[in-house]
């Protein structure tokens, strides 16, 4: 769902930061073509095969894609695979699933 532009959009992070960041919100692209899309599996049981679907069906619409994984879900992502997935993706979708 698209949040509205007369009210900002609040995301809880679960990281356990002491106090509120605020970042402005990316503008989505209005399309993927010609774009890289990172696909970022975290690790959580069945989360492979979501991401596994979506890059077929991305894949099928002519979108070039790169997957990534993390070690562990219990940590956020090392910051040289998020530096990797920034300078080598366009967008990226994070995929987690229980």
Same mark, same amino acid.
């Given at each position: 769902?698209?949040?509205?532009?007369?009210?900002?959009? *609040?995301?809880? %992070?679960?990281?356990? #930061?002491?106090?509120?960041?605020?970042?402005?919100? !990316?503008? +989505?692209? &209005?399309?993927?073509?010609?774009?890289?899309?990172?696909?970022?599996?975290?690790?959580?049981?069945?989360?492979? *095969?979501?991401? %596994?679907?979506?890059? #077929?069906?991305?894949?099928?619409?002519?979108?070039? !894609?790169? +997957?990534? &994984?993390?070690?562990?879900?219990?940590?956020?992502?090392?910051?040289?695979?998020?530096?990797?997935?920034?300078?080598?993706?366009?967008?990226?979708?994070?995929?987690?699933?229980?």
């Amino acid at each position: 769902m698209a949040a509205s532009n007369d009210s900002p959009t *609040v995301v809880l %992070d679960p990281t356990g #930061e002491r106090t509120a960041a605020t970042r402005v919100r !990316t503008e +989505r692209p &209005a399309t993927l073509e010609g774009l890289t899309v990172g696909l970022l599996d975290i690790t959580k049981m069945r989360g492979d *095969v979501f991401i %596994d679907r979506l890059d #077929e069906l991305l894949q099928g619409r002519g979108i070039e !894609t790169l +997957r990534f &994984a993390k070690p562990t879900f219990t940590k956020p992502a090392p910051i040289d695979l998020r530096q990797e997935i920034a300078t080598r993706c366009h967008v990226v979708i994070e995929a987690l699933a229980d």
